[in-house]
C-alpha cells in the first residue's frame, strides 16, 4: 500500500543505479538510518530474500522510545491489513479441498449475511467477490463523513467492540453495499466476512483454522489472532508534526481519509472478535516465511492453481486505485500490470499490500524477490515516501531530489 491514498509524483524519470549488489545493504540502511534518526520511524525490522536466501536483515529504532526498548528481529508487530493475505490463504486452502467455492454466495454460509443496495435489492455476494475485494463493501475511512458506516458503527476492526465477530457482521449487514458486487473495485471489510465464511465452513474458530492451514504447517510461531509475548509487542506510534508520536491508549483516528478509528490496547484484549481483515499480530520472519510459501507453491500451504489466482490479476477492466495507477487485483493481492504507470522499477507481475499501522510487503516473482518491512509507525511505514525509498533503494534506483506529495485525500 505504498501509494494508498498519498500518491509519490516524482519529478522526473527513474535513474538506474550503476552499482552491484553489494550495494544493498548500505543502500538501505541509508534510508532507514535517514527515517529513524529523523523520528519519522520510530522503529523497523528489514527483510530481504532473494531466490529464498536472506539478503539483507536490519532491526533498527525502538520498539518502545520512552522506555528505550530497542527492537529486535523478533519483535511483534501489529499486522492490520497484512491479516488478509493469510485468511485469503486459508479461503483458499479450502477450495483447494472442494470444501468452498469461489462462486458460492456468502449467504449460503452467513444466512444473515445479506446487505441491499439502495434500491433494496439483496444481490449475492460471491466468495470470489469477497477476495477480490469487488463486494459492494467499503472501509469507513473510503467513503465521505457520515456515510452509513459511521452512522451505524459498523466494526473496522482496529478499534474495540463489545460483541463478537457475527454480531460485527450483522451491523455491516444492515448498512447499504455501496455498489452493485462485481461492478467496481473498492479496499473493504470483505476480508472480516470472509474470516466468518472460515469459520462456518471449518467449523473452527478463526484463529484455530488460521493454525491450521497456514502458522502451523509454516513454524510461523510468533503469528497470531491472540498476541504470543506481550512483552515483545512494539508499542504504537502515529505520524506527527515534526516526529512520530505515540498513539493514545484509547480510540483515535489516523490521518487516513475520514479517519481510521485505532485502539492499540486492542491486540491485548482477549476478547477482542478475530478481525479477517486486519486482527493479527506477527513478526517479520514469520511472514517472510509465508510470503516465500506462496511465491514457491510450496505445500501443503497452497496449490499452484490457488498461488496463481491469489498472485494475478482478477478484477478484468478494474483496478487497485488505492495503490495508485498502474495495479490490478488478485484474489487476496495487489498485483502490477504496468511498471511506467506506478512509476515503478518492480516487474510486471508484483504484488503487494500492507497495513495501516506501519508494516508492508511485496513479491518480485521474475527477480525471486520478497521483501517484508515491519515498522511500528503509522502511516508513514506503509504510505508514501518511506515505503517508496525503502523499494527503490532494494532496486538500486535513484530518483532526482526534487519529489513533493500529491493527493492525499482519498
Known sequence: MYKSMATLAVLGALVPAARAEDDLPQRLDAVLEQWIGDERIVGAVVLVARDGQVV???????????????????????????????????AL?????????????????????????SDGRRPAITIRQLL??????SYSFLEPPGNAYQTLRVPQGLARFDGSLEEALR????????????????????TDVLGAVIERVTGLPLPRAVERYVTEPLGMHDTAFRLVDPARLAAAYVDGTSRAERMRPQRQPLPLGSGVHVDPERTLDPAAYSSGGGGMTGTADDFLT????????????????????LTTHHIGD????????????????????DPAAADSPQSVGTWQWGGALGTHWFVDPALALSVV??????????????????????????????TRVVDQNV
Not at 64 to 87: G, Q
Not at 100 to 112: G, H, I, V
Not at 388 to 401: I, K, S, T, W
Open 132 to 137: 477480490s475485494h469487488t463486494s459492494g463493501l
Open 171 to 190: 451491523r455491516l449487514a444492515s448498512a447499504p453495499l455501496f455498489y452493485e458486487p462485481g461492478r467496481e473495485w473498492r479496499y473493504s471489510l470483505s
Open 318 to 337: 478494474l483496478r487497485a486505485w488505492t495503490e495508485g495507477p498502474g495495479w490490478g487485483f488478485g484474489l487476496g493481492t495487489a498485483v502490477l500490470l
Open 290 to 309: 509465508l510470503v516465500e510459501a506462496i511465491r514457491t507453491v510450496r505445500a501443503p500451504v497452497i496449490s499452484e492453481s490457488m498461488a496463481r489466482r
Open 93 to 117: 486452502r479450502l477450495v483447494d479441498e472442494g470444501r468452498l467455492s469461489l462462486d458460492d454466495p456468502a449467504s449460503r454460509w452467513l444466512p444473515y449475511f445479506t446487505p441491499a443496495l
Open 373 to 402: 518491512v515491519m515498522t511500528n509507525t503509522a502511516v508513514a511505514g506503509v504510505i508514501g515516501e518511506f515505503p517508496a525509498a525503502l523499494r527503490d533503494a532494494v532496486y538500486g534506483v535513484e530518483r532526482p531530489r526534487e
Open 56 to 90: 539483507y536483515r536490519r532491526a533498527a529504532g525502538w520498539a518502545d522510545r520512552e522506555a528505550r526498548v530497542p527492537v529486535r528481529e523478533d519483535t511483534i508487530f501489529r499486522l492490520a491489513s497484512m491479516t488478509k493475505l493469510i485468511v485469503s490463504t486459508v
